[in-house]
Structure formats: C-alpha cells, structure tokens
C-alpha cells in the first residue's frame, strides 16, 4: 500500500561548498579537512554529539593506527587522539596502535577541532532526501524539530555508514545476504581491576584481549542455553580502576532495517541485564559489578556498500599493492564476526596495506564522495578496512578531495589524485 504525500515547498536554509552527513569518525575527519583546504562546510549529525560508533555506541579503543610500532595513520586522525589526551582521556602510547579513549572526552575534543576548523555543526537532524541537478547533489533535505528543510551544496560526502546519501542519489549499493552481527557494549564499573591485569596487557599484532578462563565459562553457559551468543568478550582497560569496557553482546541483524534493528535493540537490552548476573555469579573478578553505562545504540559493522571506481579485495589487504593513487593505509586483521555463533574468522596481516582513492568515490560521480563503512570493498577486505582509525584515514581524504574538486572545478571520478596525494601529505597523512 502507497499514500501520496502532499507536494510542498521545502525551505533552502542556507548554502554550503560542502555538506558532510554523518558525525562518526570519518565524517568528523571529512569535514575537519574540507574546512581546512578552505570549503566552507556544514556537518549534519543524528545525535547532540559527534563521534559516531565511539561515543553513542562506546566502541573504544580506536583500532588501529600502527603496525610494528610504527604510526601508519597520522594526519588530522591522530591530532583529533592527541586532542584527546591532552583532555586526560586517551592513551596514544601503546604499542598496538589501539588507542583506548574515553567516550566523553571524544565527544568533546571532535567537536573542539571542528569547531576550531570552522565547521558549522548541525545537531538532531537526519539526513532525509537529496535533489540532483543535472547528475551533482545539489541539496541536502533533511528532517528535524524545525520540518523538513534543504541545504543547498557544491559537493558532498556520504559518511552515514549506511549510504543513505549515495542511495538517495541514485548510485548502486551492494550488501551482503549475511551481515556481520551488532554488538551492545558497555560499561561496568566495581570491577577488580587490579585481578584482570594481565589480560590488560598491551596487544600488539594477532594477540587479543580476551580471556580464555571468561570465554571458556561463557562459551559452557551458551551451549547449556544458559547465555546468549556472544563474542569475544573483548574486556578494555578504562582510564580510572574499578572500571571495564566489554564488548560481549552480539545479535544477528540488519541495521538498515528499522523494525528488525528495533527488535535487535530490545533483545540486546534484555540480554545484558541477564549477562551482568551471570558475570557476577561466575567472575570473582566482577562479584561487585555494577552497569555504569550501555551504549546509546547498537554498535554496527556493516549494512550498505557502495559501487566505487574500485573494488578493495582480500588480496589487496593480505598481498598490498602500491596504487599511484594512494590515500591511506590500514592494517587491522581481517575481522569477520559469524552472525549467529560465537565464533568469528581472524586473519593477521603482515605489513600495512594501500588504499586507493577509488574506493571513495561512487562510479561516474560528479560532486559525491564517500568516507567511513560505505566504501567499496569485497566481504574479506571489509572486514579490516571498516574499523575507525582507517575510516578517519579514508575521512581526511574525502574532505581534501571535496574542497580540492571545487577549487580546480573537477568531479569526484576525473580527481587530479596527485595533487589530492600531495595535499594530504602536507597537511600530515602517511601514504
């Protein structure tokens, strides 16, 4: 069944060179680069807060921005965690690349640095809709307390997680028949700390946090019908004692769904009440633990790619190629979360891997560009490139490309990429 809905006038609010969507990782990067190469620039965000998966869904660390020790993702990515420890909540020390950071204090440091570039912030307010003008994006319509209104642009990049910009526009997407399950994290405070201490030690390459005494017991407890299937656990060293981050909760789902997300948000609320009990009856550790926190949603792995200029392959990660159009580089293991078991597929990788810039940009666009989740890739190299560190890579890229196409009036598919690779360099990007 269709309704017609009444044919209206939407308000044009204002005009902007670039309009970001999406105030995640990559998005705050995006639009933190395009303010700076000069694009006056709108960031549009669902939430009262910027920092996407880290803040309203508490996935910290922040994976991952070195390999062997060595900085492979530095640039605004990792000026934006050097911001954060300086505000005491972050430790950009460890060896592993991960970076462990309280999610408040991202919240505040991102929206400092944007704030500081010149951004204009635009808070409770879902992207809803665009209007193409002879094959660009010419308005942004989007949905708030105040109607639907439309933001004028010149260029504009889809950081949403979801392509909803690109699908708008009428770009193809692809998505998986099975997609990677969403996790509940959270946070537990009166936790014995100082008896988890050797699980706290730093993880460098294939070695994970995980305790296999917990898995052990958990995994006992699924197979009796006991415990809800779940991953890892991945238990994170907070910043004061006492407290612990735990990604555990997992469900199979599809977060571009709205009534099956909703269903899976009620289910991983319910089910991590139970867990808490069951960490208390079984961990000594957690005898005394108390929920300090939840995360404000689900935490998402994948629902939509793009169609882009290229295609990121498994080989790609595992055997890395050098691209004459290079952005960035990743180095997180291929990580695939099985999604209804408690098992996952984990490949380390050797050395850091390129990504090219085609990845970015939906075939034959003219003013649109992608950063984030959304970016084109197969199933196995998805599963390293999707991680926050490198979307904030593929982020600061996005931006440059924007302000860069409208300064020399090319499209997003004719880039000059070696003057964009030569832009992102300057301004501190490893290549």
Same mark, same amino acid.
Request: hydrophobic share 40%; with cysteine.
């Given at each position: 069944?269709?309704?017609? =809905?009444?044919?209206?006038?939407?308000?044009?609010?204002?005009?902007?060179?670039?309009?970001?969507?999406?105030?995640?990782? /990559?998005?705050?990067?995006?639009?933190?680069?395009?303010?700076?190469?000069?694009?006056?620039? !709108?960031?549009?965000?669902?939430?009262?807060?910027?920092?996407?998966?880290?803040?309203?869904?508490?996935?910290?660390?922040?994976?991952?921005?070195?390999?062997?020790?060595? !900085?492979?993702?530095?640039?605004?990515?990792?000026?934006?965690?050097?911001?954060?420890?300086?505000?005491?909540?972050?430790?950009?020390?460890?060896?592993?690349?991960?970076?462990?950071?309280?999610? %408040?204090?991202?919240?505040?440091?991102?929206?400092?640095?944007?704030?500081?570039?010149?951004?204009?912030?635009?808070?409770?307010?879902?992207?809803?809709?665009?209007?193409?003008?002879?094959?660009?994006?010419?308005?942004?319509?989007?949905?708030?307390?105040?109607?639907?209104?439309?933001?004028?642009?010149?260029?504009?990049?889809?950081?949403?997680?979801?392509?909803?910009?690109?699908?708008?526009?009428?770009?193809?997407?692809?998505? %998986?028949?099975?997609?990677?399950?969403?996790?509940?994290?959270?946070?537990?405070?009166?936790?014995?700390?100082?008896?988890?201490?050797?699980?706290?030690?730093?993880?460098?390459? %294939?070695?994970?946090?995980?305790?296999?005494?917990?898995?052990?017991?958990?995994?006992?407890?699924?197979?009796?019908?006991?415990?809800?299937?779940?991953?890892?656990?991945?238990?994170?060293?907070?910043?004061?004692?006492?407290?612990?981050?735990?990604?555990?909760?997992?469900?199979?789902?599809?977060?571009?769904?709205?009534?099956?997300?909703?269903?899976?948000?009620?289910?991983?609320? =319910?089910?991590?009440?139970?867990?808490?009990?069951?960490?208390?009856?079984?961990?000594?550790?957690? #005898?005394?633990?108390?929920?300090?926190?939840?995360?404000?949603?689900?935490?998402?792995? %994948?629902?939509?790619?793009?169609?882009?200029?290229?295609?990121?392959?498994?080989?790609?990660?595992?055997?890395?190629?050098?691209?004459?159009?290079?952005?960035?580089?990743?180095?997180?293991?291929?990580?695939?979360?099985?999604?209804?078991?408690?098992?996952?597929?984990?490949?380390?990788? #050797?050395?850091?891997?390129?990504?090219?810039?085609?990845?970015?940009?939906?075939?034959?666009?003219?003013?649109?560009?992608?950063?984030?989740?959304?970016?084109?890739?197969?199933?196995?190299?998805?599963?390293?490139?999707?991680?926050?560190?490198?979307?904030?890579?593929?982020?600061?890229?996005?931006?440059?490309?924007?302000?860069?196409?409208?300064?020399?009036?090319? /499209?997003?598919?004719?880039?000059?990429?070696?003057?964009?690779?030569?832009?992102?360099? =300057?301004?501190?990007?490893?290549?």
């Amino acid at each position: 069944m269709f309704i017609n =809905e009444n044919e209206k006038k939407i308000q044009v609010i204002d005009s902007y060179d670039v309009i970001v969507c999406g105030g995640g990782p /990559s998005g705050i990067i995006a639009a933190i680069a395009a303010a700076r190469n000069g694009a006056k620039t !709108l960031l549009i965000e669902r939430y009262g807060f910027v920092g996407g998966m880290a803040s309203s869904a508490l996935v910290t660390p922040i994976s991952i921005f070195k390999k062997k020790k060595k !900085l492979i993702i530095d640039g605004i990515p990792f000026e934006l965690m050097k911001r954060i420890s300086d505000l005491n909540g972050a430790d950009v020390t460890q060896d592993s690349g991960n970076v462990p950071v309280d999610d %408040e204090m991202f919240k505040l440091a991102a929206q400092q640095l944007l704030l500081e570039s010149g951004v204009t912030l635009l808070y409770h307010t879902y992207f809803s809709d665009c209007v193409m003008t002879d094959g660009k994006v010419s308005h942004v319509i989007v949905q708030n307390k105040a109607g639907r209104v439309a933001y004028e642009c010149k260029a504009a990049i889809d950081c949403t997680g979801d392509a909803d910009l690109v699908r708008a526009a009428g770009f193809e997407t692809t998505k %998986e028949t099975k997609l990677q399950p969403a996790s509940l994290w959270f946070q537990l405070g009166g936790v014995d700390t100082d008896a988890l201490k050797d699980l706290f030690v730093d993880a460098v390459d %294939e070695k994970m946090p995980i305790s296999s005494e917990i898995r052990g017991r958990l995994s006992e407890l699924n197979q009796k019908g006991e415990m809800p299937i779940f991953g890892g656990p991945w238990i994170s060293r907070h910043f004061r004692d006492g407290i612990v981050t735990i990604n555990l909760l997992r469900e199979s789902t599809d977060a571009s769904s709205p009534e099956q997300f909703t269903r899976t948000e009620c289910s991983l609320r =319910e089910n991590l009440f139970k867990v808490i009990n069951i960490m208390r009856e079984n961990f000594p550790a957690f #005898k005394d633990c108390w929920l300090l926190k939840s995360g404000t949603q689900a935490g998402v792995r %994948e629902t939509y790619r793009i169609i882009g200029m290229y295609k990121m392959t498994a080989d790609d990660v595992l055997n890395p190629k050098q691209f004459k159009d290079t952005i960035a580089k990743g180095t997180h293991v291929i990580d695939i979360h099985k999604p209804d078991s408690i098992e996952q597929d984990c490949i380390s990788l #050797k050395q850091e891997y390129n990504i090219p810039y085609g990845v970015l940009v939906p075939v034959n666009s003219e003013n649109l560009i992608t950063a984030g989740r959304c970016v084109c890739a197969d199933n196995s190299a998805f599963g390293s490139i999707r991680v926050m560190a490198t979307c904030m890579a593929m982020g600061q890229a996005a931006g440059t490309a924007a302000a860069i196409s409208l300064q020399n009036n090319c /499209s997003m598919s004719g880039m000059d990429t070696e003057l964009l690779v030569k832009k992102l360099i =300057e301004q501190g990007a490893i290549i």
